[in-house]
C-alpha cells in the first residue's frame, strides 16, 4: 500500500522479504538454528518458523550474549534473516551485523522503529528496508 | 554514517592511530568493530580497561571459529591481562564423551587461535574464583553471563555484558564503549525484592541462593536487582550460584544486597537514592514456586547427576567429598563434575578427588555440557543442583532435570532414582 515508516538506523543495508513479526524477544542461543534458519525456541510463538531470507521483527534479543555468534553463523552458513527489525538499539544483533560486514562484507540491515510503528507490522506483509532507515510495507501476501 | 545517532565518537590521538594500523591490523579490525558498535550502546567516547575475559572461546560454528583464526593470522596479541572462558572441548578428555571428530577438530583450533593472542588458558567460567579476579572499581570487559554478573556484584569491578566476538575486541585494544555498567549512575538499584519471613535456616541453605537467584531473574530480567532482609553472610560459592541463576532466568549482570555486597552499605546507597521502579516482597511460598519451576522432570528417572556450573571450586569439592564416603553411584546413573584444570589440580592436592573416584564419578574440565556435544543420546533426565545447568539443559540439550541439593544430587546417584528431600524447605 506504499506505506513508508522512518527508523533508526543501527546497522546500514538494504534488504527485502517477508515479515516474521512478534512481540516476544528471542535469544539466538537455543533459539535459531543456523543450519537451516528455523526459530527452535519451543517457549516462542514464531518457533518453527523458518526465518531465513525474512524481515525478522523482534523487540529485542534476550538472553545470552552467544546471540551474536548465532547470527554470524546464519550469515555465514545463508540462513540468516535479509533484515532486522526492533524497537530499540540491540547490540548484541548489531554486533553480529557489524563483524558479518567486516568478515564477509554482507552486513545484515538492522533499523530500530518506534514501538508504535512496530505495532503496525504484520507477518507476510511484503516489507523493503532501505539504507537510510526506511521501512516500505506492502500488502499482506 | 551507519550507525544508530548522529553524535559523532570522541577518540583520542591514539585510537586514531590504532584506527590507521599503528598497533598492527588485527588491532585495526578490533578497535573498528568497537567504533561501529560504541554509538548503539549509547557511548559519546571509549574508556580504557585493564583486564579482561573472553567468552568467544566456545565453539559455535564455522564463522566464529574463522573469526578467531582471521585475528589470529592478522598477529593478534591482546594488550590486558586476559583470561579464557570455557571452549567446546575438553582437551585432553574429549575422547572419552560423545564428541564427533570433526566437532573436536573446529573446536580446538578455536582453542589455539585465542590461546596464540598472549592470553591466559584458564579455560573457566568462574575466572572470579583464579588468581585472575579483578579488584573493586576496576574497569574490565569481561564475558559470560555469570562471571559478568558475579564480578560487577559481589567485587564492584565494571563490566557491561560483553557478547561473544566483541569481548576479544576489548582485549585486543584496552578500550570500551564508555557507556552501561562502566558508569557509576548506570549501577544503581531499580527492583526492590524484600524477603519477608524467610527463616535463617533457609538463608543458610545452598538452594536458597540458586532459587532466588532464579526469581531475581524472572522477575527483573535486565534491571538491577536489590535485595532487602538477608539475615546471614552468604559463601562466595553461594553468591556464585545466586548470580549464574539470575543471569540465567532473566539477563541480570548486576545485583545488590543490602548489607552484604560492596556498592550496598544501606538501601538507599544501592539504589543512588532513587525510589525502586517495582517492589516484590518475597516470601516462602514466593520462593518454594521458583524452586519447583527450575525442575521439568516428572517422575523419579534419572540418567546422570552434573554438578560445576558455574565450574566447581575448590571449596565445592570439599563439601562434595565426605558426602561421597564410602558409597558408589548406582551402575545406570552417570555422575560427573565440571570444573577447571587449575581447580581439579587444588582439588587433588587437597585430597577430595579421591572419593569421587572412587564413588564411579568423572570430572571434565576446559568446558561443560551445554558447550561440548559430549552426553550420549541414552542421557535424558539430568539431576543438578545447579540453577544454569536447570534452566538450559531442557532447550539445549533435549533433557529432563531435577534440580535438588548437592546431598539430594548424591543420594540419587547412589539409590538409581530421584530423591529429594524437602530439608530447610518442608513447611
Redesign the interface.
Known sequence: MGRVMQGQVVVAGTGAGLALVSREPLSFWGGYDYHTGEIIDRRHPLSGQVAAGRVLAVPFTRGSSTTTAVLLEAVKAGTAPAALLTTGPDTFLALASVVADELYGRPIPVVALSAADFDLLQTGQRLQVTADGQVRLGDVT | ????TDLPLRLTDRDRAVLMGAAGPAAR?AL??IC??AP???AAELLDITAAHI??T?Y?????L??AE?LASLGARVVVPTTLNVSGLDEHGWQGWAVPNEWANHAHRQMVAYQSMGTVPTWTCAPYQTEHKPVFGQQIAW?E?NAIVFANSVIGARTA??????DICCALTGRVPAAGLHLTEARAGQVLFQLDGVPAAIQRDDTFYAVLGHLLGQVAQDRIPVVTGLVVQPAEDQLKALGAAAA?SG?VALFHLVGITPEAPTLDAAMQGHAPEQTVIVTLATLLAARQALTTADGAAVDMVVLGSPHFSLAEFQQLAPLLAGQARHPQVEFLVTSSRAMVYLAEKAGAISALRAFGGRVTVDTCILTSPMLPPHIRTLMTNSAKYAY?AP??LNTRVTFGSLADCVASAVAGRVVRSEGVWAA
Open positions: 554514517m551507519d550507525t544508530a579490525l573498528r568493530i561501529r558498535l548503539v550502546y549509547g567468552d568467544s566456545v559455535i560454528g564455522l564463522a566464529g574463522e573469526f582471521r564475558g553471563s555484558r560483553y557478547p561473544d566476538l566483541l540465567s539477563t538450559y532447550g539445549l
